[in-house]
């Protein structure tokens, strides 16, 4: 039996012949799915298997224990393929066969259409194409910051080459040398609409070697000619591999073969009895498994393979009213903090082409091994960064908030999915991105990460409540995004002109930080826009209006027990650097509406896409500086 890890090129005659006789059983048993399900991906799946069969049975991998720390990553690109990864997995003896087969996209069941984490030696849920690659070079950079010792596989398709963020990952791996990084193209020529070369030319060799990568062909249903190929790639230690697999879509059923029509369904009853008898398979397989699909799964989903990296936030810093500090610095200054209080922690601050903005540079000159700069590439990056975060790295990222969230939304949505922990800051959002205007402006950092199910916002009022916010972000499970404008801000005082967030303050998520105390209304204030709503209460209650002011710096999370006492104040507004018909304004209105306990809401945000200047100016214009928040509170008041 060939040892596990490639680490010999010849794959025993004995193993090529037992692969081989499996094959046909797996090639049956996705037919027999797929029919089953009546949906689902025979013909990619029947292309790659014999990928899959040596994946799984060579890399260094245990079915017994699938999350084993140092496992070789497996990672699927093209999750649709799923039929035959399932069934190579369950070949390998990570499951039973005839249980995936049964419940394949059974509702309930961990046999999702595309490959999901849940599944036992699945590391990386996939489906959107054109991601995986990101997910490998990211499992890869964790590789090298943990010194885990192990080699990422990425499995592809050929379509998915004609993806942008494909060529994002293959530069940044060749940029870093991850010679422990492998890739496999199923290049079946085959894809939903045709023939790939007549959907879209893409020479799949060229673009690897281009980018500095090894590149070797092989048959990619000879089992022997891949085992030989992978062993290749790994004895080459000076720069990541592309093997390219030459395959027949639906390959070991006459019919399918090279017909792009079996790329997404299952056969018909006829079809079925034809293919399996070509197979030398007995038909009644799918009766069989029909009838097996009534009773439960017995497949356990299995605890996802994360290991995140918590790290101490260190001791904060304290900013006083003698100076204005923009949130992007503290950000910064705390990350250098973190980093030099946890010296031995696999830590990683990913950047596109913006550190001085964004204020890594601190960072960048400690660390400069665990500085990975991407260049403008933010879709691989946000995958990049999230996949090293479930592989035990304390992932940072620092972009604007336009790139880090608008630019690669799908990209942090397939993060949630995957249970990855990002720390994700999301710098110069809001009309406080001043003179670069319109592009430039994130007004939805709340909103768009409201969709999500896992992640949580913050978004820090002065540059104490960032600093605290960041160093307990560091010290979150899941994925946190800290949300931040441009501007220098003043330090946010309490009623005795002390500092708000410092001193005996500790950020807790999901609090909400009374700073005025007011009977006429409340100012519910975030982020960038808070100093002028205090400062707009204190001329208020100097006119004998009485406004408190509440800071609310996790918007997508409110304290239910202050929320109470709030909603008995006659008029609550809201304040806030966002588009008001979602960000803060919507978390209030739907607590209120939820909980039954209404008061009046006036609404001050940003009600378009406005034009570009100081942010000042822009502030001014749009009604919510201080003068222009006090103007509306006290017409509200006044006119009720
Ligand atoms: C980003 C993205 N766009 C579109 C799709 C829809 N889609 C699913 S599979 C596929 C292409 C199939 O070709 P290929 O990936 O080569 O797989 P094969 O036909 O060989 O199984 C497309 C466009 C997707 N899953 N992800």
């Given at each position: ?517 007011g009977s006429a209304a409340t100012i ?21 209006l009485?406004v408190g ?17 709030l909603?008995?104040s006659p008029l609550l507004v ?25 008061t009046h809401l006036l ?29 509306s509170v006290?017409?509200a008041l006044?006119e009720r």
């Amino acid at each position: 039996m060939t040892e596990r890890g490639f680490a010999t090129p010849v794959l025993d005659a004995a193993d090529v012949e037992a692969l081989a006789v499996s094959a046909r059983r797996l090639r049956g048993a996705i037919l027999t799915m797929t029919a089953l399900a009546a949906s689902g991906h025979p013909g990619g799946s029947m292309s790659s298997l014999e990928m899959y069969q040596v994946l799984y049975g060579y890399a260094n991998v245990r079915p017994g224990d699938p999350v084993w720390d140092g496992r070789d990553r497996i990672i699927v690109s093209h999750g649709h393929t799923s039929p035959g990864v399932y069934t190579a997995l369950a070949g390998a003896g990570f499951f039973d066969l005839e249980d995936a087969v049964a419940h394949f996209r059974q509702a309930g069941s961990v046999f999702e259409g595309h490959v999901e984490r849940s599944v036992p030696g699945v590391e990386w849920s996939s489906g959107n194409l054109g991601q995986g690659l990101s997910a490998g070079v990211g499992s890869a950079i964790a590789a090298r910051l943990t010194g885990g010792g192990w080699h990422t596989y990425v499995a592809m398709s050929d379509a998915e080459q004609m993806k942008g963020q494909v060529g994002e990952a293959r530069r940044l791996a060749a940029k870093y040398r991850l010679c422990d990084l492998t890739v496999i193209v199923d290049l079946n020529h085959a894809q939903i609409s045709g023939h790939t070369q007549e959907v879209m030319p893409v020479d799949v060799a060229a673009g690897f070697a281009a980018d500095g990568w090894g590149v070797i062909e092989c048959d990619g249903h000879d089992t022997a000619d891949i085992h030989a190929a992978l062993h290749a790639a790994r004895a080459d230690a000076t720069r990541p591999f592309a093997v390219l697999a030459h395959t027949t879509i639906g390959r070991g059923v006459s019919f399918m073969e090279d017909d792009p029509e079996y790329h997404g369904r299952g056969l018909t009853p006829d079809e079925y009895a034809r293919a399996m008898t070509e197979l030398g398979l007995d038909p009644v397989w799918l009766e069989r498994a029909r009838s097996e699909r009534v009773r439960p799964c017995a497949t356990a989903a299995e605890a996802p393979a994360a290991t995140i990296e918590l790290l101490p936030g260190a001791t904060p810093r304290t900013y006083t009213r003698a100076k204005d500090t923009d949130n992007r610095s503290a950000w910064g200054a705390a990350l250098a903090d973190i980093a030099a209080a946890n010296p031995d922690a696999p830590i990683a601050v990913f950047d596109c082409d913006l550190m001085t903005s964004v204020k890594t540079g601190a960072f960048a000159e400690a660390r400069p091994d665990a500085f990975i700069e991407c260049g403008v590439g933010e879709h691989n990056t946000a995958v990049a960064a999230g996949a090293s975060s479930i592989n035990g790295v304390a992932a940072f990222w620092a972009d604007f908030g336009v790139f880090g969230l608008d630019e690669a939304y799908n990209q942090q949505r397939l993060n949630d999915i995957n249970g990855a922990g990002l720390k994700l800051v999301l710098t110069h959002c809001g009309l406080d991105v001043g003179e670069d205007g319109k592009t430039h402006q994130c007004l939805d950092y709340v909103s768009a990460l409201r969709n999500m199910f896992g992640w949580r916002v913050i978004v820090p009022a002065d540059p104490n409540q960032a600093d605290r916010a960041v160093r307990a972000a560091a010290g979150m499970p899941g994925c946190v995004a800290v949300a931040m404008g441009r501007s220098k801000l003043p330090v946010v005082v309490g009623e005795t002109g002390e500092p708000a967030f410092a001193g005996d303050y500790a950020f807790r998520y999901g609090a909400i930080d009374e700073v005025r105390g007011g009977s006429a209304a409340t100012i519910l204030a975030m982020g960038t826009l808070v100093g002028a709503a205090v400062d707009a209460a204190d001329a208020l209650r100097a006119e004998g209006l009485d406004v408190g002011v509440a800071v609310v710096s996790c918007p997508l999370e409110l304290d239910s027990t202050v929320m109470e006492r709030l909603a008995g104040s006659p008029l609550l507004v809201t304040v806030e650097d966002h588009n008001l018909r979602t960000g803060l304004a919507a978390s209030v209105a739907e607590w209120m509406a939820v909980t039954g306990q209404a008061t009046h809401l006036l609404r001050l945000g940003v009600d378009s896409y406005r034009s570009s200047g100081t942010a000042r100016d822009l502030f001014a214009e749009a009604g919510l500086d201080a003068a222009g928040i006090a103007r509306s509170v006290r017409s509200a008041l006044t006119e009720r």
